[in-house]
């Protein structure tokens, strides 16, 4: 067993929750241009699973990569990149296919996030117009001391607020 095996491990399951949730941001998509509110709510529970599942190995991996650095004597940092300068073949080959992929699955992941945001504001912005053009900006009472109704606002409303 190499020296970087159990770090290899590590950062394997890093990288299977991370395609784990790239996978739920896709479904996330999908499901924002559906419009599916069930799914979205769903989706973003199992999101939250995974992402506290990868704050855990997150952590693994950090307090491996200190064991690791301990152990070699080295001072400063050790980056993927250093450790795949220490190692020999079989391992650096595993340590730079795993780099490539998360940088991969990591760029996918904040392309899909940019995009679900922008579908979440363009609702938002849609439900906010659709809110003000239905309703009235101020609310006022049915009539006046005197008993007469007031002006009433010059835009239509669908909805009649009574008191």
Excluded: W
């Amino acid at each position: 067993m190499g020296r970087f095996a159990q770090f290899i491990g590590i950062l394997t399951r890093e990288k299977e929750c991370c395609e784990a949730l790239l996978a739920q941001s896709h479904k996330k998509k999908e499901a924002l241009v559906q419009n599916d509110v069930a799914a979205i709510e769903a989706i973003t529970s199992v999101e939250l699973d995974l992402i506290q599942s990868m704050t855990d190995v997150e952590q693994e991996r950090l307090a491996q990569t200190r064991r690791i650095a301990e152990n070699l004597g080295i001072a400063e940092e050790l980056t993927i990149h250093k450790m795949i300068e220490l190692s020999d073949g079989a391992e650096a080959a595993q340590l730079k296919k795993l780099r490539d992929d998360l940088s991969s699955i990591l760029e996918e992941q904040l392309r899909l996030n940019e995009l679900n945001n922008s579908m979440i504001e363009a609702q938002l912005t849609y439900i906010d117009y659709m809110l003000n053009a239905t309703t009235p900006s101020t609310l006022t009472n049915s009539y006046t001391a005197s008993g007469d109704s007031p002006e009433s606002d010059s835009r239509m409303k669908f909805f009649d607020h009574q008191i």
